[in-house]
């Protein structure tokens, strides 16, 4: 079994920075796609960020160029930085993995959320 953990939401003011963190631990053989998905009260959750095992990122419009996503393979963990924060950021941001557990087993592993509230 694979778990996801992560760390690193809170409350924070407007044009505030945050660093997310999450690590995956258990039987892993490799990740593939790691990346940050985030749900506001009465809404769908929606792609924040991902990356490729090989580096290559994805954004959501309404964080470009005040989110990075990174990755660190070597601890499997993943990282959201998020710069220039808006009161709209606020949500539960969960963590999502696609991960190879044996030669031929693969599945997708979601965190159980951190909550990041930001005020204005």
């Known amino acids: 079994q694979v778990q996801l953990v992560e760390s690193g939401g809170g409350l924070v003011q407007a044009g505030g920075s945050l660093r997310l963190s999450c690590a995956a631990s258990?039987?892993?053989?490799?990740?593939?796609?790691m990346g940050w998905y985030r749900q506001a009260p009465g809404k769908q959750r929606e792609l924040v960020a991902a990356?490729?095992?090989?580096?290559?990122?994805n954004y959501a419009d309404s964080v470009k160029g005040r989110f990075t996503i990174s990755r660190d393979n070597a601890k499997n963990t993943v990282y959201l930085l998020m710069n220039s924060l808006k009161p709209e950021d606020t949500a539960v941001y969960y963590c999502?993995?696609?991960?190879?557990?044996?030669?031929?087993?693969?599945?997708?592993?979601w965190g159980q959320g951190t909550q990041v509230t930001v005020s204005s």
């Open positions: 999502n993995a696609d991960v190879r557990t044996g030669v031929i087993r693969r599945s997708n592993y």
């Open positions: 258990g039987i892993i053989f490799s990740i593939n796609g």
């Open positions: 990356i490729t095992s090989g580096g290559i990122t």
